[in-house]
Every structure is written in structure tokens, then in C-alpha cells.
């Protein structure tokens, strides 16, 4: 199982779109979320950066997934790609496997 976890914010070709040219595009972008929700992709949460959180992030949305594959991983960045999403948004991501504290701070101790 592999924890995947996008943070982005928009770009100025984002923001010079119209309201309904934004909502045409979510429109578009939904449908292909639920291709993969219906291959096992989990969607753990998305959320807002708050202002306040301590030691901020430059980047306004975030949002975390399980996903059960490597390969389901790669199919769903191929998705990303080609839905035109890095023309819109700026965004880094992360991915490594399902583990727990216990299993990291040893990791973190061996650096």
C-alpha cells in the first residue's frame, strides 16, 4: 500500500481563467477521479493549508491518498499529466509506503 500525497496552488494561467472555464474543467477533471476510486485509489483527505499552521508550506491545497500499487500510482501521475493539471497548478508530491512511526524513527536514526 502506498501513501501518495499532492500539495499545489495555482498559477497565474489558473486564475486569468473565467469562473466557468474553471467549472468546465473540475467538470472534466471528476469523472477521471472516479476511474480511479473505482481501481482501489483511496482518497484519505483534502484539505486547505491553514494560515496559521506553524512552519507553513508555500502551497494552498493538499491532498492524500492510498493507493494499492506502484503501477496504480504511475497510472494515476500519467492521468495528472494528461489532464493539462500542471498547466493550471503548481505542485509537488510525495509517495512512499504505509508505515508507522516505529517503523521510521529507526530509518531517521540510520541516516
Known amino acids: 500500500m502506498k501513501t501518495y500525497i499532492e500539495l499545489w496552488k495555482a498559477k497565474s494561467t489558473w486564475l486569468n481563467l473565467s469562473m466557468e472555464e474553471r467549472g468546465n474543467y473540475m467538470e472534466k477533471v471528476g469523472p477521471a477521479i472516479q476511474q480511479f ?3 482501489g485509489i483511496e482518497i484519505i483527505s483534502w484539505g486547505v ?9 508555500d502551497y494552498d491545497f493538499f491532498g492524500i491518498w492510498m493507493l494499492p500499487t506502484v503501477e496504480l500510482a504511475r497510472e494515476f501521475e500519467a492521468m ?3 489532464a493539462g493539471w500542471y498547466e493550471y497548478f503548481e505542485q509537488v508530491n510525495a509517495m ?3 508505515e508507522t512511526p516505529q517503523d ?3 530509518k531517521i536514526i540510520n541516516l
Open 96 to 98: 512512499g509506503n504505509h
Open 104 to 106: 521510521i524513527i529507526p
Open 49 to 57: 493549508v491553514e494560515a496559521e499552521t506553524h512552519h507553513k508550506i
Open 80 to 82: 495528472v499529466e494528461a
Open 37 to 39: 476510486l473505482d481501481k
